[in-house]
Nanobody, 127 residues
Framework: QVQLVEAGGGLVQAGGSLRLSCSAS????????VAWFRQAPGQEREFVAA????????AYADSMKGRFTISRDNAKKTVYLQMNNLKSEDTALYYC????????????????????WGQGTQVTVSS
């Protein structure tokens, strides 16, 4: 089992950058696929980015491609989300998620696929 704690959210002007981090506790973090989702008020939870175990296969939502980068440091049990050129529509509560997978499992962009979730960190982009 793993517990996740996000950090790094805050208030930033449009066009600015933020780096979110997600620290994990528990064993065998390297065996987990990890992802970021976000949820704006009154909207459904939305996929942002994901990274698989092993080779580091990644996936991004179309609106984040080229602006957001997901990465991980297994030694530190930490996942990062570098967000550049932020827009007002990026304002949301950002969640880190993880699931234990075997190497042959494809990367998932579905929230229901992830078993472990953090409490979220708020990102507010002012225009």
């Amino acid at each position: 089992q793993v517990q996740l704690v996000e950090a790094g959210g805050g208030l930033v002007q449009a066009g600015g950058s933020l780096r979110l981090s997600c620290s994990a506790s528990g064993r065998s973090f390297e065996r987990y696929a990890v992802a970021w989702f976000r949820q704006a008020p009154g909207q459904e939870r939305e996929f942002v980015a994901a990274m698989n175990r092993g080779s580091g296969e990644t996936a991004y939502a179309d609106s984040m491609k080229g602006r957001f980068t997901i990465s991980r440091d297994n030694a530190k049990k930490t996942v990062y989300l570098q967000m550049n050129n932020l827009k007002s529509e990026d304002t949301a509560l950002y969640y880190c998620a993880a699931r234990s997978v075997i190497l042959t499992i494809p990367l998932s962009v579905q929230a229901a696929s992830y078993s472990y979730w953090g409490q979220g960190t708020q990102v507010t982009v002012s225009s």
